[in-house]
């Protein structure tokens, strides 16, 4: 069975600066990996996905992640936050064969400051 | 990726009655799945909506508190009956489209119990 921690409930930053987004994953099988964000009162919307190939993955809005296969770890990262990216975000994962079941993280509310 | 709309996008209901949503997508997918959203929390998957065929629930979760009905490729349905209020929640419709990887959502059905 796979599972997700994402290492912090709340991120509160100021404008501008750099932020990461942890999270970690345990899986005994290879994995994709997913970041979602869901801004207030919406749906969620994926922002990067690693399937395979290069580890480090970009996204929309300026996000991109690492995988880390060696620290189960897929941060997501972003140099230089804006007011509206305030929203909370969500790491998931699914095995990458046999079903399409996706395991989600806690979440990890992202507070931009001005 | 596919649209989807999912209705009423919000409701308040008394305690021991019964709320269909539903959950329309503009092209054909592959997969639907259900997820419930309890406030402040991630996402717990329901179950998988099958076309033809009965639902496949997850562990906790059963046919006579959340029957479901896909009728075909584009349309889904869950009802949640004999609510109480521990089933505020907001709902979620979620799709897999071709041969992506990835999961789309809806917008979300946000279920006030009273």
């Known amino acids: 069975a796979q599972s997700v921690t994402q290492l912090d409930s709340q991120v509160p930053v100021f404008e501008e600066a750099p932020v990461e987004l942890r999270c970690n994953y345990s899986?005994?099988?290879?994995?994709?990996l997913f970041w979602y964000v869901q801004y207030p009162n919406q749906g969620l919307q994926l922002l990067l996905k690693?399937?395979?190939?290069?580890?480090l993955v970009k996204g929309i809005n300026g996000f991109e992640a690492e995988f880390n296969k060696s620290q189960t770890s897929f941060h997501l990262r972003k140099p230089s936050v804006h007011i509206s990216d305030t929203a909370e975000y969500f790491c998931?994962?699914?095995?990458?064969?046999?079903?399409?079941?996706?395991?989600f993280g806690a979440g990890t509310r992202l507070f931009v400051k001005a | 990726s596919a649209v989807i709309s999912q209705k009423p996008s919000r409701d308040i209901c008394q305690r021991g009655t019964s709320l269909t949503i539903q959950c329309q997508v503009d092209?054909?997918?592959?997969?639907m799945f259900w997820y419930r959203q309890q406030p402040g929390q991630s996402l717990t998957l329901i179950a998988t909506?099958?076309?033809?065929?009965?639902?496949?629930?997850e562990s906790g979760f059963v046919i006579d508190k959340f029957p479901i009905s896909r009728p075909n490729l584009t349309f889904s349905t869950l009802t949640v009956s004999n609510m109480s209020p521990e089933d505020s929640s907001i709902y979620l419709c979620?799709?897999?489209?071709?041969?992506?990887?990835?999961?789309?959502f809806g917008p979300g059905t946000r279920l006030t119990v009273t």
């Open positions: 979620s799709v897999v489209s071709g041969g992506a990887v990835e999961q789309y």
């Open positions: 899986s005994s099988v290879s994995v994709y």
């Open positions: 690693y399937l395979s190939g290069s580890t």
């Open positions: 998931a994962v699914r095995r990458n064969t046999g079903g399409f079941k996706t395991i």
């Open positions: 092209s054909q997918v592959t997969m």
């Open positions: 909506a099958n076309q033809g065929s009965e639902a496949t629930y």
